[in-house]
């Protein structure tokens, strides 16, 4: 357990669908993070969150829409994917952004299939 | 652009001593992490280093050459649960960590 949990662990979902996936951090961080992991890929960092405001959004598509309502919970809406968008999508938490030093501690991820 | 080089898989024998090599061009440094996942887990931190040298930590160490772009993880003593992907990552200017793609340890008894 790392303090940060993810739902649904899978999730398997039709073009046409609007899904969400949640991440929650029990660590106090300041910051927090949506990745996308694909096989023999590097991770893909897709958003950042520092003290609930967006810092980075990395030319993710717009079927991607992230939200963070506070600084421990995390959000990304889902309509509308393709299938090349099927991937491990993980969630991190660090103390903060942009300052060096701070490892960043991940869930477990959602296996998302799109059909 | 932005790139970490790391080898895709490496096979060691339980017990025996491995060392993952990672090399990196990056735009800024802001220090370099390596991380564990287990098949179906998430990455968890294992070391990271900022200035040139080693740093040891139990049966694993990490070293740095910012000089040469270069840092390698090295495990001794390999259990069977050493087995997994280890990924290299590093801090870039903007406090981005840009990521290897992973080297899969395969551990044989």
């Known amino acids: 357990e790392t303090g940060v949990t993810q739902t649904p662990r899978h999730l398997v979902m039709g073009m046409t669908n609007k899904k969400s996936l949640k991440c929650e951090q029990h660590l106090g961080h300041n910051a927090m993070y949506w990745y996308k992991q694909s096989a023999k890929k590097p991770l893909e960092l897709m958003f950042v969150y520092n003290f609930k405001e967006q810092t980075e959004n990395n030319s993710v598509p717009s079927r991607f829409s992230p939200e963070c309502p506070n600084s421990s919970h995390l959000f990304l809406h889902l309509h509308t994917l393709q299938p090349e968008d099927s991937a491990l999508y993980l969630c991190a938490s660090s103390q903060d952004f942009e300052t060096s030093g701070y490892e960043q501690y991940f869930g477990p991820g959602t296996r998302l299939t799109v059909t | 652009g932005q790139n970490i080089d790391q080898p895709t898989e490496m096979t060691a024998t339980e017990g ?3 060392q993952i090599n990672c090399t990196y061009q990056t735009s800024g440094f802001n220090g370099l992490f390596w991380y564990q996942q287990h098949a179906g ?4 931190f294992l070391s990271y280093n900022v200035l040139d ?3 040891e930590k139990g049966r694993f160490s990490s070293f740095l050459s910012r000089s040469k772009g270069y840092s390698y993880l090295l495990l001794k ?3 069977m649960k050493d087995s997994a992907s280890y990924l290299c990552a590093v801090m870039d200017s903007n406090y981005q960590l840009i990521w290897g793609a992973g080297t899969k340890l395969i551990i044989k008894p």
Do not use: H, K, S
């Open chain 2, 16 to 18: 025996a001593i491995v």
């Open chain 2, 41 to 44: 887990e998430a990455p968890t």
């Open chain 2, 53 to 55: 040298g080693l740093e």
């Open chain 2, 77 to 79: 003593e390999l259990q």
